[in-house]
Each structure stands twice: as structure tokens, then as C-alpha cells.
């Protein structure tokens, strides 16, 4: 059965902390992506990455870096977070290719107090 | 770059009626276009998807519709049921640079009301 997992499903940072969240999938996919999701907005993509160390930005990097070093397993770093980085957080992996389901984890609930 | 624009925002109706959510998107070289079901606590889930060259599909009580011309697309949902109660998105793919990338709707929280 197909698998994305996220890391925590809860968490609360201060601001300033440096945060990651880590994503891991058990299907070989090629592509990874992560998303914020925030009420009224829908799902906004912050980076993306085709291969393993290869990544690309979304709609919204600004504030997040990645890292993919291992082709499972995928991080979204927020170098110094910010309360306005208090969203959800979702990871998703899909196979080679553009036109195929992506598959999303459960999501991160990130609070940044 | 793409935008896509979902609505309602909202939706209730009575289990066994019909649901639609309508998707405009602005880029007419967008060519993939699929619906996403998320169900409180968990991810999104694809539920079904079109190609630009094709004008309808089906799938049991799911139909989908794309309107190149107009550059819109609709989720058909027959004979509702309580389980269909959840958050849809729309999406769309152009085909210019970050070709992986989908640019999602806003999302519409159905409600089936028993």
C-alpha cells in the first residue's frame, strides 16, 4: 500500500527556532513536493524536487529551504521560524513524470508561538 | 503563471441529490487537470482526472467535464452520500517551465446532509 509519512503531526516552535519537518515515502517515487495549506487559501506549493538533490522552488520559498539527500525522504527546513509560518503542512510524492497522482502524507499542524 | 479559481467556497445538499464544483484556470496551454478529496485529518486524495484531450470522464458516481474553450472544468457528483462530506480541490497543470508543478483551487467544503 502506497505510503507518504510526515514526522509529527503536532508541533509548536518560538519564533526564531530553526524547525524541520521531514517527510519519508515507501513507493520509489521520483518526485517529492512540499505544500502549505492555510483556510481559504488552499494548497500553496513552497519547493519541489524530481531527483535527489535537485530542487525547485514553488509558488512560495520564501522564509523555507529543502533538502533531499536520500530519494525517500524529503525536508522542509524553516531556517528561523516566524508566526506567520503557523500553517499546515503537507508532503506529497509522485512517480516520474508530470501527469500522475500525487500522493499526499497525513500533514504537519505547525504552531509557531 | 497558472491560476486557477474553485467554486462554491461551500456547499451543502441533501444526500442524494447532486454536487457540482466548478474550476476556471487561466492558462490555455494547461492540459492536465485532476480533483483531490481531503477528509478531515488526512491528506488529499486524487479521486479523478482529465486530459485536455478529452472532453468528459466518468467514474461510477463521479463525472468530470473540461471546457477548453472557456477554460473551465466541473466535479459532477450524483446520488450523494454522507461519505462524500469533505473538502475538493481542484487543480490544473500548464505545460511551461516547472512543468511538475499543479497550481490547486481554493478548495469547496461539501456538506451531505442525511
Known amino acids: 500500500d502506497v505510503k507518504v509519512t510526515q514526522s509529527s503531526r503536532y508541533l509548536v516552535k518560538r519564533t526564531g527556532e530553526k524547525v524541520f519537518l521531514e517527510c519519508v515515502q515507501d513507493?520509489?517515487?521520483?518526485?517529492m513536493f512540499w505544500y502549505r495549506q492555510d483556510p481559504g487559501l488552499g494548497l500553496r506549493l513552497i519547493y519541489f524536487?524530481?531527483?535527489?538533490?535537485?530542487?525547485e522552488k514553488g509558488d512560495i520559498p520564501e522564509g523555507y529551504s529543502v533538502s533531499r539527500e536520500k530519494k525517500e525522504r524529503f525536508s522542509l527546513i524553516l531556517e528561523s521560524a516566524s508566526t506567520n509560518q503557523t500553517s499546515m503542512y503537507l508532503c506529497?510524492?509522485?512517480?516520474?513524470?508530470?501527469?500522475?497522482?500525487?500522493?499526499f502524507g497525513p500533514g504537519t499542524r505547525l504552531t509557531v508561538t | 503563471g497558472e491560476n486557477v479559481e474553485q467554486h462554491p467556497s461551500t456547499l451543502s445538499v441533501q444526500e442524494g441529490d447532486s454536487a457540482v464544483i466548478k474550476c476556471t484556470y487561466s492558462?490555455?496551454?494547461?492540459?492536465?487537470f485532476p480533483w483531490y478529496k481531503q477528509e478531515l485529518g488526512k491528506g488529499p486524495q486524487l479521486i479523478i482526472d482529465?486530459?485536455?484531450?478529452?472532453g468528459e470522464k466518468k467514474d461510477q458516481r463521479i463525472a468530470v467535464t473540461l471546457n477548453k474553450t472557456a477554460k473551465h472544468f466541473s466535479l459532477h457528483i450524483t446520488e450523494t452520500q454522507p461519505e462524500d462530506s469533505a473538502v475538493y480541490f481542484c487543480?490544473?497543470?500548464?505545460?511551461?517551465?516547472?512543468?511538475?508543478?499543479?497550481?490547486f483551487g481554493k478548495g469547496t467544503k461539501l456538506s451531505v446532509i442525511p
Open positions: 513507493m520509489d517515487h521520483e518526485n
Open positions: 492558462d490555455s496551454a494547461s492540459n492536465y
Open positions: 524536487s524530481y531527483d535527489v538533490k535537485m530542487k
Open positions: 506529497a510524492s509522485s512517480p516520474r513524470g508530470t501527469d500522475y497522482e500525487q500522493y
Open positions: 482529465i486530459r485536455s484531450n478529452v
Open positions: 487543480a490544473a497543470r500548464f505545460t511551461g517551465a516547472g512543468s511538475y508543478q499543479l497550481t
